[in-house]
């Protein structure tokens, strides 16, 4: 069965969006087989991605499908992640509130770093998009790395490359 990592965040238009795509790069430059879903926990069901978020993943050649669209999180895929990641502290506290089963698999996406939240930009200028896309690039490098230490995750395909994180530019 391929492990399910699940992105949250609030309305799954901004942030958890562009951390779904950045989950699936960061998988794919470590030969990781997994599926990533993100969804949100008071998403307005069926909307597409905020244009910033598609303007940010497209200036970094990460473009978002042109079928995602927000979706509410449910139990089932609660159950089924073998990790939760939220942007905010508060989002882990109400996953585990509403679902205390998911509680102990629930972290911060930023959670390696410094546990630092990742702000809604819902109502934010493009540059805060920005700012937030390498943030989530370094945490989702992060957690495909401790995912496959803690044998969350199936062993790579193929070796991570020389000299440098997975999912991180070459210098």
């Not at 795509?21 to 998403?43: W, Y």
């Not at 069926?46 to 978002?64: Q, W």
């Not at 999180?73 to 679902?99: D, F, I, T």
């Not at 509680?103 to 493009?126: S, T």
Request: aromatic share 2%.
């Amino acid at each position: 069965m391929t492990p399910l990592i699940l992105v949250l965040c609030t309305g799954n238009i901004c942030r958890s969006p562009m951390a779904e795509a950045l989950m699936r790069q960061a998988l794919a430059a470590r030969g990781v087989q997994a599926e990533v879903v993100s969804r949100g926990l008071a998403a307005p069901e069926g909307r597409a991605p905020h244009p910033h978020a598609r303007a940010t993943a497209l200036a970094h050649g990460l473009p978002l499908s042109d079928d995602k669209r927000s979706a509410q999180v449910n139990p089932v895929e609660l159950r089924q992640a073998v990790v939760v990641l939220v942007m905010e502290a508060r989002q882990r506290q109400r996953v585990q509130q509403l679902h205390p089963e998911a509680g102990g698999k629930c972290f911060v996406l930023r959670h390696w770093e410094d546990g630092a939240d990742i702000p809604d930009p819902l109502h934010e200028p493009a540059e805060v998009f920005a700012q937030q896309w390498p943030l989530m690039q370094a945490s989702c490098a992060l957690w495909v790395e401790r995912l496959l230490q803690a044998g969350l995750l199936p062993a790579p395909e193929h070796p991570a490359p020389a000299g440098g994180a997975a999912g991180r530019p070459a210098p």
